[in-house]
Protein backbone atom coordinates (compact mmCIF):
# COMPACT_ATOMS: atom_id res chain seq x y z
CA UNK A 1 0.00 0.00 0.00
CA UNK A 2 1.38 3.84 -0.56
CA UNK A 3 0.17 6.81 0.96
CA UNK A 4 0.21 9.95 -1.05
CA UNK A 5 -0.59 13.23 0.43
CA UNK A 6 -0.78 16.43 -2.25
CA UNK A 7 0.07 19.96 -1.25
CA UNK A 8 0.65 23.38 -3.01
CA UNK A 9 -2.89 24.07 -5.16
CA UNK A 10 -4.00 27.12 -4.71
CA UNK A 11 -5.98 30.37 -6.65
CA UNK A 12 -4.01 31.90 -9.21
CA UNK A 13 -4.38 34.34 -12.08
CA UNK A 14 -3.82 33.06 -15.46
CA UNK A 15 -0.77 33.31 -16.74
CA UNK A 16 1.22 32.30 -13.46
CA UNK A 17 2.46 28.96 -12.19
CA UNK A 18 2.21 26.87 -9.02
CA UNK A 19 3.97 23.98 -8.05
CA UNK A 20 2.25 20.94 -7.11
CA UNK A 21 3.82 18.42 -4.43
CA UNK A 22 3.24 14.98 -3.17
CA UNK A 23 4.69 12.34 -0.44
CA UNK A 24 4.16 8.76 -0.59
CA UNK A 25 4.75 6.75 2.00
CA UNK A 26 4.37 2.96 2.77
CA UNK A 27 6.61 1.82 0.22
CA UNK A 28 9.33 3.43 0.94
CA UNK A 29 12.49 1.58 -0.85
CA UNK A 30 10.33 0.14 -3.34
CA UNK A 31 10.35 1.13 -7.30
CA UNK A 32 7.04 2.68 -8.41
CA UNK A 33 5.93 5.28 -10.67
CA UNK A 34 4.08 8.55 -9.57
CA UNK A 35 2.01 10.61 -11.57
CA UNK A 36 -0.90 13.37 -11.52
CA UNK A 37 -4.49 13.48 -12.56
CA UNK A 38 -7.08 15.92 -12.63
CA UNK A 39 -11.06 16.65 -12.41
CA UNK A 40 -12.40 19.36 -13.05
CA UNK A 41 -16.81 19.79 -11.84
CA UNK A 42 -18.56 17.90 -14.22
CA UNK A 43 -15.89 16.28 -16.18
CA UNK A 44 -13.89 13.04 -16.52
CA UNK A 45 -10.54 12.55 -14.17
CA UNK A 46 -7.86 12.79 -17.28
CA UNK A 47 -4.20 11.47 -16.93
CA UNK A 48 -2.20 14.95 -16.71
CA UNK A 49 1.14 13.41 -16.01
CA UNK A 50 3.19 10.41 -14.92
CA UNK A 51 6.80 9.53 -14.51
CA UNK A 52 8.89 6.08 -13.98
CA UNK A 53 10.83 4.95 -11.07
CA UNK A 54 14.03 6.07 -12.65
CA UNK A 55 12.82 9.55 -13.92
CA UNK A 56 13.77 9.02 -17.06
CA UNK A 57 10.26 7.56 -18.80
CA UNK A 58 7.70 10.61 -18.44
CA UNK A 59 4.59 11.26 -19.87
CA UNK A 60 2.64 14.54 -19.72
CA UNK A 61 -0.76 14.83 -22.04
CA UNK A 62 -0.55 17.53 -24.99
CA UNK A 63 -3.00 19.94 -23.32
CA UNK A 64 -0.16 20.71 -21.24
CA UNK A 65 2.52 20.00 -22.59
CA UNK A 66 5.52 22.79 -22.67
CA UNK A 67 3.66 24.46 -19.57
CA UNK A 68 3.81 21.56 -17.16
CA UNK A 69 6.59 19.57 -16.14
CA UNK A 70 6.69 16.22 -13.74
CA UNK A 71 9.63 15.54 -11.80
CA UNK A 72 10.42 13.17 -9.17
CA UNK A 73 12.91 13.04 -6.00
CA UNK A 74 13.14 9.37 -4.68
CA UNK A 75 15.28 10.50 -1.81
CA UNK A 76 12.24 12.36 -0.47
CA UNK A 77 9.68 10.38 -1.84
CA UNK A 78 8.44 12.79 -3.51
CA UNK A 79 6.58 13.64 -6.92
CA UNK A 80 5.82 17.44 -8.58
CA UNK A 81 3.98 19.02 -11.04
CA UNK A 82 5.32 22.49 -12.11
CA UNK A 83 2.66 24.25 -14.07
CA UNK A 84 3.57 27.30 -15.74
CA UNK A 85 1.43 29.70 -17.96
CA UNK A 86 -2.03 28.63 -16.41
CA UNK A 87 -5.17 29.19 -17.58
CA UNK A 88 -8.32 28.95 -16.56
CA UNK A 89 -9.34 25.53 -18.21
CA UNK A 90 -6.43 23.92 -15.62
CA UNK A 91 -8.46 24.41 -13.00
CA UNK A 92 -9.46 21.17 -11.05
CA UNK A 93 -8.71 19.46 -8.42
CA UNK A 94 -5.00 17.62 -9.19
CA UNK A 95 -4.66 13.77 -7.50
CA UNK A 96 -1.42 12.37 -6.82
CA UNK A 97 -1.05 8.72 -8.40
CA UNK A 98 0.94 5.38 -8.03
CA UNK A 99 1.58 2.78 -10.05
CA UNK A 100 3.22 -0.45 -7.96
CA UNK A 101 3.43 -2.26 -10.88
CA UNK A 102 4.17 -0.36 -14.06
CA UNK A 103 6.26 2.30 -15.36
CA UNK A 104 3.78 5.22 -15.00
CA UNK A 105 3.28 6.00 -18.51
CA UNK A 106 -0.68 4.83 -18.82
CA UNK A 107 -3.61 5.98 -16.77
CA UNK A 108 -4.84 2.51 -16.10
CA UNK A 109 -1.96 1.09 -13.74
CA UNK A 110 -3.09 3.23 -11.04
CA UNK A 111 -4.00 2.09 -8.09
CA UNK A 112 -3.20 4.67 -5.18
CA UNK A 113 -4.54 8.02 -4.93
CA UNK A 114 -4.49 11.20 -3.08
CA UNK A 115 -7.32 13.03 -1.28
CA UNK A 116 -6.28 15.68 -3.85
CA UNK A 117 -5.51 19.28 -3.81
CA UNK A 118 -7.80 21.90 -5.56
CA UNK A 119 -6.23 24.51 -8.38
CA UNK A 120 -8.28 27.58 -9.36
CA UNK A 121 -7.21 29.71 -12.04
CA UNK A 122 -8.68 32.99 -12.71
CA UNK A 123 -9.11 35.06 -16.11
Known amino acids: QVQLVESGGGLVQAGGSLRLSCVAS????????LGWFRQAPGKEREFVAGISWSGRRTYVRDSVKGRFTISRDNAKDSVYLEMNSLNPEDSAVYYC????????????????WGQGTQVTVSS
Open 97 to 112: AADLVGNGLIPSGYEY
Open 26 to 33: GRTGSAYA
